[in-house]
């Protein structure tokens, strides 16, 4: 029973936690930010141009990928966060503690780890008040959305409202 339960909040692929743990945990995080009054941060990472790679190298290319991916974040990221793939060549981060300021140094330092695997494009935003977390994701959603318009590779947050 515990290997079913644990399958069902773990990527096959990567070994990360998926969408649903996401979705069980960071609420939890989130809570406990608001509570100590610290920041949380959330950011959308999208590997550039990863259709392209499945196209002209395979699929099992593009699960590779994947899989370096994710242990290169598993080795950059703090104990405290959360990293999640969210779907496709997507993966979601959850920054406790973290302004935008420190959260801008830690996810360039991500970005340039997983660049000799393949560049990555960031989009991130810092929760304000008691922003429900779809908000927050859909902020950093927007941010990732306008890197890649911005010609990729690069992090950047989401504007203040």
Not at 18 to 38: K, S
Not at 43 to 69: C, M, P, Q, T, W
Request: aromatic share 4%.
């Amino acid at each position: 029973m515990a290997e079913l339960a644990a399958s069902a909040v773990t990527d096959a692929l990567t070994g990360l936690p998926n969408r649903r743990a996401w979705e069980e945990r960071v609420p939890g995080l989130a809570a406990a930010c608001a509570r100590a009054g610290t920041p949380l941060t959330v950011a959308v990472l999208d590997v550039d141009r990863f259709k392209a790679l499945n196209d002209s190298e395979g699929h099992l290319a593009g699960d590779r990928l994947l899989v370096r991916i994710a242990q290169v974040l598993r080795r950059e990221v703090r104990a405290e966060d959360v990293v999640a793939r969210w779907g496709g060549e997507e993966f979601a981060l959850a920054l406790p503690g973290c302004s935008a300021q420190e959260a801008r140094v830690l996810l360039e330092r991500v970005r340039l780890a997983v660049r000799p695997v393949r560049s990555c494009s960031v989009g991130f935003a810092v929760r304000r008040g008691a922003e429900p977390l779809e908000d927050v994701l859909g902020r950093a959603d927007a941010a990732l959305y306008a890197a890649k318009q911005a010609g990729r590779d690069v992090v950047l947050e989401a504007p203040a409202v």
